[in-house]
């Protein structure tokens, strides 16, 4: 007989040669969730969602090749894609048997976890999308001169657009246009965490090759889409209205290929886990509950 696991694991395994570092919690036998974080962050994100709930689901959070804990492989003997991302969470879950699944989709996280959708539908139980990018509605006029530096790249306008990775611009991905009164929510914790990583040598230009890479998702948005349309997962989209790297409008577009999905507007910014995190976790299990009975 299992007994109950309440606590997180902090474990590795090799995928495709690289040491890959994992949360996990919860017992085999419940149902399962993927967790993928987003930039510039990790699986820590994660873990005030995971002690939650951990007592119903089997939680696994994986670090990408270079963030968080994870190995981080020279560019010279990577590639830094987002198609190879994707790749290695696919031998992520191979390597821990991982099958059925709820996927969480956030920011970078949606680019790789709905790559896994694509090639594996079968696999997936439900999404749930806290602030993930699948349509151009969300790459406002903020993402005009990166857009432009993808398409026309200068080192001029290199210098402008990379600025984000900097201190500054790691703290703004938690702050940026968030109203006064939510900025005490934000604790320094995280942010410092993910600039302390990378900081490392070589981080920043290996995040700067990631980021440019970006621009494979546009051309794969009607394959995410036509992907909602045909498989009709269950879904909750979750969106802080705040967030000032993906515009709100976003949000509604799911709607438009996923009618039945579950759409909640938060007053909170891009890391609605960090601003609104009780109404967050309310949403999902009232999600995960609902879903799980419709399977059983």
């Not at 690289?18 to 919690?25: G, K, M, N, P």
């Not at 270079?66 to 190995?71: D, V």
């Amino acid at each position: 007989m299992e007994t109950q696991q309440k606590d997180i694991l902090h474990k590795t395994v090799r995928v495709n040669g690289v040491e890959i570092f994992y949360r996990q919690a919860g017992q085999r036998s419940q149902p399962a969730i993927l967790l993928l974080h987003g930039f510039p962050s990790s699986s820590v994100m994660f873990t005030r969602l995971m002690n939650s709930l951990s007592d119903r689901y089997y939680l696994l959070a994986p670090d990408y090749p270079g963030f968080g804990f994870s190995a981080f492989p020279g560019v010279d003997s990577f590639d830094y894609s987002f198609d190879n991302m994707a790749g290695v969470i696919r031998g992520f879950m191979d390597a821990l048997g991982l099958d059925k699944f709820f996927i969480y989709l956030h920011d970078y996280g949606s680019s790789i976890g709905l790559r896994i959708c694509l090639s594996s539908p079968q696999q997936i139980l439900g999404l749930i999308v806290q602030n993930g990018n699948a349509y151009r509605e969300g790459l406002g006029p903020q993402w005009d001169e990166t857009i432009d530096y993808w398409r026309h790249p200068t080192e001029e306008k290199k210098r402008r657009v990379s600025a984000f990775l900097s201190e500054e611009g790691t703290r703004a991905q938690y702050t940026e246009g968030l109203p006064g009164h939510l900025l005490p929510l934000v604790g320094p914790e995280l942010w410092t965490l993910d600039w302390a990583l990378m900081s490392r040598p070589g981080n920043i230009d290996m995040q700067f090759r990631l980021n440019c890479d970006f621009e494979s998702n546009l051309a794969m948005y009607g394959q995410f889409q036509q992907y909602f349309r045909d498989q009709q997962p269950p879904a909750l989209i979750l969106w802080g209205k705040y967030d000032v790297f993906f515009s709100i409008e976003e949000a509604f577009c799911y709607q438009r290929d996923l009618p039945d999905s579950q759409l909640h507007i938060l007053e909170g910014g891009h890391m609605a886990l960090e601003t609104n995190f009780e109404q967050v976790l309310s949403l999902i299990t009232e999600f995960l509950t609902q879903s799980s009975s419709l399977r059983s």
